[in-house]
């Protein structure tokens, strides 16, 4: 067998993956005239490739990373938990210490009485089984006909059928048959591009009374539940008006809608405290995790359930569940995680210190001359790309050209952020250091400059 190591040519590396890999939300025919960057090491908030480059990832991978690359402690647990006990289900009455320690853990951080975890390997899996249990729950309490998960145009949810539908992203429902029967999307609170001549209050307001409409027009006994992100993040870190989520809680409690926050990106720190529904103010009956619950470091997800909904699943047999449910290697490394997270103060210190410092400094690239405007909560942002600040103008083309270009320009200068259409975002670890802001402002500026120049 040929062996393959960083070591090798990045050509050859990068010939290897197109010939073989296919990459995900790509256009992989694509890797055969460039080749990906071949990342081989990461530390802190920094990233390395195989052409010694270090690279300041302002997306903290795929928004996970919460306490930053190179955390010994998590890879001497797993290798603890692999020789103690690599694999065992939790099907069929058995359980182990790691999945025990860690649902109780869980427990005591979730806010209310969200005290019950059924665990899958992604966000995706979680909304999966999300779907599968308010269906399950209303059907348990003699209301099978409520079966609708109302969510909203431009949340994600994941890419499964399931999760996938649910989200709103027309580019997913064009590939494959998507949204199965039974899901209905509402309008999304994303005042910038949608608010029109509305106060961002009115618009928020307008956007969430968009929840009551459709429950009235689909009928009451047909909707099981509302989804959506606290902050939606892959749809480009869309920060709701003040007066958006109190009106969706006010409505959901008056109508008995079940209301699962997917708290995938929220989750663990990002907006500023441990979940997003406790920066937004809400009382969800279910939230779906992942990402920052084991800051990547193992595939883990999960959804936890009120103690009202526990107790309608738990009292029949819900036929539902993956071969790595609860793995106990991910669980005891999300366990160490949520350790370094509750010990090290992650979170507050990013409350008191860093997270305001970061606020200054992002909201001051609404100063670029192509930035309408710069919004940021916690430890995720936006910068709205505009030709015209006022107007708050769409870039004359396709949409979502001049991000591209400066998400490219970004990557030229060592610095990792994403495109949303014109929309640059970050979400960087929540460990990220002063001296790393003012790096990632810097090359984020020169970025913007450099792909102004290209866009004229
Ligand atoms: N939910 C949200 C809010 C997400 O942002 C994501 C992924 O980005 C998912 C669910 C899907 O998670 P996964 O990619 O682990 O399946």
Redesign the pocket.
Known sequence: MVSITNHMPTAELQALDAAHHVHPFSTNAGFATKGARVITGADGCWLSDSEGEKILDAMAG??CVNIGYGRDELAEVAARQMKELPYYNTFFMTTHVPVIALSAKLAELAPGDLNHVMYSS??????DTNLRIVRTYWAEKGKPSKKVVIARWN??????MG?GSL?GMKSIHSQGGLPIPDIHHIGQPDWWSEGGDMSPEDFGLMRAQELEQAILELGEDKVAAFIA?PV???GGVIIPPATYWPEIQRICDKYEILLIA?????GFGRTGNWFGCQTMGIRPDIM?I??GLSSGYQ?I?GSILSDEVNAVIAATEFNHGYTYSGHPVAAAVALENLRILEEEKVIARLQDDTGPYLKEQFESLAQHPMVGEAKIIGAMGSLALTPDKATRAKFAGKEGAVGFMVRERCFANNLVMRHVGDRMIISPPLVISKAEIDTLIERAWKSLDEGMARAK
């Open positions: 795929l928004w992604s966000g995706s899996e979680a909304n949340g994600y949810h994941g890419s499964s999760s989200g992100e939606q993040g892959a997917d708290e995938v990106i929220c779906t992942a990402k595939p997800g």
